[in-house]
């Protein structure tokens, strides 16, 4: 329920954006509501990093300690791990908003992108963005770097129990159960790291777009 309420917002930021875009061949948004769309965008972004490495525990739990997963995944931590992502993921955000707020943007003023992201932002500023970029990799840490590695940790536990089942059919029931989250792991954070740690400047603006439409659109409607 949380990550589909996280992937409708995610949506709900950009894709009536860019379907108007697309009606009319271009829009116009103010600097204030380009920064709220970045916002949250990029809120909802982060909290749904944090949901998949919620996930990926829970699949490491009901795979690796199925006898003491009720027990262990009760009502009170599962609400801990749903508040957890909401507010770490908004609160991080804030302040790169808040570092991108005091940019100032000059005679230039059109974004090749179909909404208001990090680096179409930063190359519209006419100001020395090092400041910006050194925050921004910094929440990067918390908010993505940290959770991939726990995910993949979590998968070498899952994998390394699945193959100690004897059984085929048990095999494949205990890892259909986490293939799907397997799936959107890879499409989203392979999209995240095509975008942000590839450099900007040796990728083509439409590369960008297509990346960045398998995160905003695909992934969720998956």
């Known amino acids: 329920q949380q990550l589909s309420v996280c992937d409708l917002l995610q949506t709900a930021c950009t894709v009536p954006l860019l379907l108007w875009t697309i009606i009319n061949d271009g829009t116009t948004i103010s600097v204030g509501g380009c920064i709220t769309q970045f916002y949250f965008f990029n809120a909802s972004e982060s909290v749904e990093c944090l949901l998949l490495t919620v996930m ?4 490491y ?8 997963y009720t027990s262990l995944m009760n009502p009170k931590l599962c609400v801990k791990l749903t ?49 910006v970029q050194t925050e921004a990799i910094l929440q990067a840490v918390p908010v993505v770097f940290i959770p991939i590695i726990l995910i993949i940790i979590s998968y070498v536990f ?29 499409l989203f954070y392979g999209s995240l790291i095509g975008i942000y740690v590839v450099p900007s400047r040796k990728q083509s603006p439409t590369i960008s777009k297509v990346f960045s439409l398998l995160y905003t659109v695909v992934t969720p409607l998956l």
Request: charged residues 10%; contains cysteine.
């Open 158 to 186: 899952i994998i390394h129990t699945l193959l100690k089942i004897v059984s085929t059919t048990g095999r494949q029931k205990a890892f259909s159960t986490c293939s799907s989250h397997l799936i959107v792991v890879f």
């Open 56 to 59: 990926s525990f829970d699949r």
């Open 61 to 68: 739990l009901a795979i690796c300690n199925p006898l003491r």
């Open 83 to 131: 508040l957890i992502p909401w507010l770490l993921g908004f609160s991080i955000i804030l302040i790169t908003a808040n570092a991108i707020a005091t940019l100032q943007f000059c005679n230039q003023n059109t974004i090749n992108h179909y909404f208001c992201d990090y680096f179409p932002l930063l190359e519209l500023s006419c100001m020395d963005t090092f400041f």
